[in-house]
């Protein structure tokens, strides 16, 4: 045997074993990985041109999107708690139902919104729903796949989520072209008919009684805002996810005002994250199957993100022919942090809620997730555009320290709760 067919051979078995990885391997799992395509293929189209469609079709300035849509995300994290406690007890399949359909509702809603008071309304409700939906799914998995599983169906989720959120972008692409009220329109209602589908897969969703988990009952526990380590760890895990607002907000104009690259290379940044966060997301998970092994992921994904600050701060006032490599590498390594943040807070937020607190936990967790999506783009852009090199350098300097408090703190939440779940088990055998 040849050294040729040798490795084309390895090959052969490397991508079967990817693929098998990759694939969904029961009707359960492929109706969770049908969720995640359908929400994302919607949010993909109106992510992309819903500024657009705010301005051209309602009407508004830019100041008002943006602050109405800034004003609705604060609204939306409101009530991640109170909804996560309620699905834990009653279960996160109907309130995720209710969420995907009241969101099919209200993107139809957004055609006959006429001003600005209609628009806050109506985003503020969207918020509220859509903030909710990642936790509430998040708490379903567990209760529909065993502890061992959690990671793996949650990484193929992201996976497949970004894929369907590329796909959604293409599609927008379209009604960007044509520029029309009724093709925007078609854009909205396009989104609301995903969510609907959303929906109707949802209602599908039901755990196996034999790794269905069991609902908080009894006394009113103390609630996990009070759970300051977990508290901790949820912060940590949204700023080590300011890879995102770096990718889309601080990366874009860093090209175009502080390098020579062309400005078409920022698409083609998109195109690597998507491809590799598919290709890589299930194989980074491999690692987060405890707590412990889920900080280590997260301390990666900081020390990662700082080595990319790093490339991106070498750029400045390059010419495209030193630009381009540097930013291409740093791009690559911006999404090995990106899938080992993103497998490492599957980890935590799976693993140290304790047990029938999934819900409550997975809201307050969002709430991490929330405090980037509000104040990242902000922040990023200060930094980064604003201050130049330094500013990268400062972005370094929080990932890095971020990422080590991360293994720490788990540690520490860890144990609280198992000492936690001691004194429950005292408690009930007295």
């Not at 628009?119 to 936790?135: D, G, K, Q, W």
Request: charged share 10%; hydrophobic share 50%.
């Amino acid at each position: 045997m040849t050294g040729e067919s040798v490795r084309t051979g390895r090959i052969g078995r490397a991508g079967r074993a990817w693929l098998a990885e990759m694939a969904p391997d029961s009707a359960l799992a492929r109706r969770f990985a049908a969720l995640a395509m359908a929400q994302s293929l919607g949010f993909g189209v109106f992510l992309t041109s819903g500024a657009i469609f705010f301005t051209r079709t309602i009407g508004l300035t830019s100041t008002q999107v943006g602050a109405g849509l800034s004003a609705a995300g604060v609204f939306g994290l409101v009530f991640t708690v109170p909804i996560g406690r309620a699905a834990d007890r009653l279960g996160a399949r109907i309130p995720l139902l209710l969420s995907y359909a009241a969101l099919a509702v209200l993107f139809c809603v957004y055609c006959v919104v006429r001003n600005f008071e209609g628009f806050i309304i109506v985003a503020s409700l969207i918020s509220v729903a859509e903030t909710n939906s990642n936790p509430l799914r998040m708490t379903l998995t567990r209760a529909c796949f065993p502890k061992s599983e959690h990671v793996r169906i949650g990484s193929q989720m992201r996976g497949l989520f970004n894929v369907g959120f590329m796909l959604g972008a293409v599609i927008a692409g379209g009604a960007l072209a044509v520029g029309t009220r009724a093709a925007f329109e078609a854009v909205v209602l396009f989104t609301a008919a995903t969510q609907l589908l959303c929906a109707l897969i949802t209602w599908r969703l039901r755990a196996p009684k034999h790794v269905r988990t069991q609902h908080a009952a009894g006394a009113k526990p103390r609630s996990g805002l009070r759970d300051l380590r977990f508290v901790g760890v949820s912060l940590l895990s949204g700023i080590l996810e300011l890879y995102q607002p770096i990718l889309t907000v601080g990366l874009p104009l860093w090209i175009v005002l502080r390098t020579h690259a062309p400005a078409s290379l920022n698409a083609l940044l998109l195109v690597v994250d998507t491809a590799l966060v598919f290709i890589l997301q299930v194989a980074a998970g491999r690692g987060a199957q405890t707590p412990s092994g889920a900080a280590r992921l997260l301390r990666r994904s900081g020390v990662l993100l700082a080595v990319c600050c790093l490339v991106f701060a070498a750029t400045e006032h390059q010419h495209s022919a030193i630009a381009v490599p540097l930013l291409l590498v740093g791009g690559v390594i911006l999404v090995l942090g990106e899938i080992s943040q993103a497998a490492g807070s599957f980890g935590v937020s799976f693993h140290l809620p304790p047990p029938g607190r999934q819900g409550e936990y997975q809201g307050v967790f969002a709430l991490g997730r929330g405090l980037q999506q509000t104040a990242g783009p902000y922040l990023v852009t200060a930094l980064a555009v604003g201050l130049g090199r330094v500013g990268w350098l400062i972005l370094a300097a929080i990932f890095l320290a971020v990422g080590f408090a991360c293994v720490p703190l788990t540690a520490s939440a860890e144990r609280a709760t198992s000492m936690l779940l001691e004194g429950q088990s005292a408690g009930a055998s007295v």
